[in-house]
């Protein structure tokens, strides 16, 4: 019996260390071969990262019957670092829609290849898939195009935009209103990177995205009507300007024509600046002279009298001006009664020694206590003083305030007879 345990359990390592080998296995045949794309500076990237290229390198789970829809995300870096470069955007709404990366290559990057590290992520069942996509940046024979126009277009999110169908259709907009023989679409910027809020979710309100677009001839009239000062008075006031090919845009884009931006590049404005003397500008031939490395010693004792010695010298002088009022100065009991009339004196000193006879009187009686303050224990002993009466007396008839035994020299209260006499 233990010899067969002993086959077992090393046929069951066994199948777990294939299984593990073979998962690994299948880990690193998720790894794709490289990919290559070649834009072209200064003019639109956009690569999408579709979830059904992904789904195939994922192992199905679904039920009989049932089309898998695992949720995958997406992370975007350049290889050896954490970020992708400078120029590169990356969005994907949800789980369940396409990744898009976008952007404008710049000049300083042609002819170095990029490589953007993607790892997808399966949601559900926690795996990965990576590929590198390398970014071959050619240089334009156009760029960059001298006029420049940026629309806002208020009805748009950033990756609604990033669609070909959606983006060619406003280049065939714009061209047709501009008429250039070249026109490329520069950059896309979402409101949201601008410094805009995230828009209510009412209405179907859209974030709004900035489409900066060039062309190789000048702006056409409708462009420059922006810039009219009618125009521009009714931008300030927060109106709707008025453009005339408006109507080639309002159909599918709602552009925001107070925030149109026209750039000219043929008017290079010269950076150089004649140079005006004046006090901070040294004459030719002069030489900075910094002060030397020896300081001077400084007496500070004036400086301790000017901040310490003569605020508290006036301190001290206010403080003694303060007691002699206060105790040298006082009117005192002899002033008072030198000024107050003698008769009302005299009435005040025999209110006093009447008070005080009253007082020594007061403690002179000799009245008995009421029963209702007769101490409980025995001033002496300190032994339970015993009931004036037995629990079986008849306290119905009792009075509320019983009469008190006479104490001698106790001045007796005359009571009347039922005959009308008084006796005492």
Avoid at 17 to 36: A, E, G, M, P, Q
Avoid at 161 to 177: I, R, T, Y
Avoid at 255 to 267: A, E, M, P, Y
Wanted: proline share 8%; charged share 20%; net charge negative.
């Amino acid at each position: 019996m233990l010899y067969y345990l002993e086959h077992v359990s090393f046929l069951l390592f066994s199948v777990s260390y294939l299984f593990f080998c073979f998962s690994v296995y299948t880990i690193l045949s998720k790894v794709h071969s490289d990919r290559n794309v070649y834009p072209s500076a200064g003019v639109l990237f956009v690569h999408v990262l579709e979830r059904e290229y992904f789904k195939g390198e994922f192992p199905p789970y679904p039920k009989p019957g049932e089309i898998s829809n695992d949720p995958i995300t997406f992370n975007t870096n350049l290889m050896g670092y954490p970020d992708r470069p400078g120029w590169l955007r990356y969005i994907q709404r949800t789980p369940y829609s396409d990744g898009v990366l976008y952007g404008s290559p710049t000049v300083e990057n042609v002819g170095k290849p990029t490589i953007i590290e993607i790892t997808a992520y399966n949601r559900r069942t926690f795996e990965t898939a990576r590929h590198n996509l390398i970014i071959n940046i050619m240089s334009a024979e156009d760029f960059p195009l001298p006029y420049q126009a940026e629309f806002f277009i208020r009805n748009m999110n950033v990756e609604e935009m990033l669609a070909s169908e959606v983006l060619g259709d406003f280049l065939g907009a714009v061209k047709n209103v501009w008429q250039p023989e070249r026109l490329n679409a520069i950059n896309i910027t979402s409101a949201l990177d601008r410094g805009g809020r995230v828009p209510l979710p009412i209405n179907d309100m859209k974030e709004g995205v900035y489409v900066m677009v060039g062309a190789d001839v000048p702006f056409s009239s409708c462009l420059r009507e922006v810039e009219n000062p009618q125009n521009q008075l009714r931008c300030s006031q927060e109106m709707e300007p008025v453009i005339t090919c408006d109507k080639k845009f309002r159909t599918q884009f709602h552009i925001d024509w107070c925030k149109i931006s026209l750039v000219d590049n043929t008017k290079q404005v010269s950076t150089f600046q004649e140079v005006i003397r004046g006090e901070g500008i040294l004459p030719d031939g002069g030489e900075y002279k910094p002060p030397s490395d020896t300081l001077k010693s400084r007496d500070y004792y004036s400086d301790f009298l000017i901040t310490l010695a003569v605020p508290s010298a006036i301190a001290l002088v206010l403080f003694l001006i303060l007691a002699y009022i206060m105790c040298c100065r006082r009117e005192g009991v002899e002033k008072r009664n030198m000024q107050t009339p003698d008769i009302q004196l005299v009435h005040h000193s025999a209110i006093q020694k009447s008070t005080k006879e009253l007082r020594d009187m007061s403690k002179n009686r000799e009245i008995a206590w009421p029963l209702s303050t007769l101490p409980v224990f025995h001033p002496v002993t300190g032994e339970i003083v015993p009931p004036l009466h037995t629990d079986s007396y008849d306290n119905t008839s009792m009075p509320l305030m019983q009469t008190q035994q006479n104490l001698p020299h106790q001045t007796q209260i005359p009571q009347q007879q039922s005959a009308g006499k008084w006796y005492s």
